[in-house]
């Protein structure tokens, strides 16, 4: 795991913008597995901001909440045409379908098509209690996409976006833990103090599902870049070796 510890969240954008960029530069089709919430909105703007082609790529998003459909301003669907599809077109987009009315078949279907197109790079957030995606603690490192309760700590969390903690959705249509891990590629941004004790978890903690991101330690190429309030809690020996911009 290469631990990158910025000054200015500014600089994680451009360095996480660089690798994608190189990407879109060695390969003819490229899949991007992309998230959501705070975290990327800097890198989508940088993204926007770029010269970057993206049209012979495939995204695929990690989740969507249940209940909310394409159209909703709340949807994680919304989310990526206003922060990115709308102005860099991609080949192929895929997110979840959260307002879909069998939900199994859903998840199963969206497990097919992360078969059918596996990750060049995985990008991700991390929750303040450990979660990727929406992979809440005690996840199994087995899972595939399927629907999750989004914990109250989630939900508290989250509650920023929404008119108030009622209105955000319990549940999820979650990739799960093991597609997530079938990335060819990790990086995962993390940003302020209420992120310092997850990154700790994830970077030095022991790998558990009470930690669902420590799982990231087992994967042969995870880039973590983190500004310096989420870095923390990191211990002194982790620091010594990370790169600090
Ligand atoms: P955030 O969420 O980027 O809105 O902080 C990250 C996450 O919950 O994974």
């Known amino acids: 795991m290469q631990i990158i510890v910025v000054k200015h969240q500014k600089q994680a954008n451009e360095l996480v913008g660089g690798m994608f960029a190189r990407i879109l530069q060695t390969h003819t089709h490229p899949v ?9 909105e800097g890198l989508y703007q940088w993204l926007r901001a770029s010269d970057l082609d993206f049209r012979k790529a495939v995204a695929v998003n990690l989740d969507e909440y249940v209940g909310l459909p394409a159209t909703d301003p709340h949807s994680y669907a919304y989310y990526m045409r206003q922060h990115l599809f709308a102005h860099k077109p991609f080949a192929h987009t895929f997110i979840p379908d959260g307002s879909a009315k069998d939900l199994l078949a859903a998840a199963a279907g969206y497990h097919q098509i992360l078969k059918d197109h596996p990750r060049t790079i995985q990008l991700l957030g991390v929750g303040r209690n450990g979660h990727i995606g929406f992979n809440e603690p005690n996840s199994s490192f087995k899972s595939t996409t399927r629907v999750v309760a989004l914990t109250p700590s989630t939900i508290a969390a989250n509650a920023r976006f929404f008119k108030s903690k009622d209105a955000v959705p319990t549940h999820a249509l979650s990739m799960g833990i093991s ?23 994830l970077v030095a903690g022991r790998v558990t599902p009470r930690w669902p991101a420590s799982i990231l330690q087992r994967h042969p190429h995870v880039v973590v870049v983190v500004d310096e309030a989420a870095a923390a809690q990191l211990p002194v020996v982790t620091l010594k070796h990370a790169i600090h911009q």
Request: aromatic share 6%; charged share 10%.
């Open 179 to 201: 597609e997530i891990m079938a990335a060819e590629q990790i990086v995962l941004m993390a940003f302020g103090t209420n992120k310092a004790t997850a990154v700790k978890n």
């Open 32 to 40: 991007f597995g992309l998230a959501t919430g705070g975290t990327p």
